[in-house]
């Protein structure tokens, strides 16, 4: 499956963003993962088929993972931004249990006044 991410860009702290990620088919778990400048990868949230969602703890409470399995998009609402949260965000998905993830190409986003 290709994963297109968009919605990503330059907000001021506190400020909210709405990324959404675009599948050429159906997904079966997804997830958003992010890379800060100099620093490795990392998971954001995780969305499985069954229902259960995981955060990382800096995304409890602010970041909101959700699909549209229907338009085989999915999204991440980011609220109360921080400058900690800049970096590339990339979507992952899977198309059946245990199947190898693929990658978007990732959207940049900028948290600065």
């Known amino acids: 499956v290709q994963l297109v991410e968009s919605g990503g860009g330059l907000v001021q702290p506190g400020g909210s963003l709405r990324l959404s990620c675009a599948a050429s088919?159906?997904?079966?778990?997804v997830g958003w993962y992010r890379q800060a400048p100099g620093k490795q990868r990392e998971l954001v949230a995780i969305d499985t088929r069954v229902g259960r969602t995981n955060y990382a703890d800096f995304a409890k409470g602010r970041f909101t993972i959700s699909r549209d399995n229907a338009k085989n998009t999915i999204y991440l609402q980011m609220n109360n931004l921080k400058p900690d949260d800049t970096g590339v965000y990339y979507c992952?998905?899977?198309?059946?249990?245990?199947?190898?993830?693929?990658w978007g190409q990732g959207t940049l986003v900028t948290v600065s006044r």
């Open positions: 088919g159906s997904t079966f778990n």
């Open positions: 992952a998905a899977n198309t059946y249990s245990g199947g190898t993830f693929n």
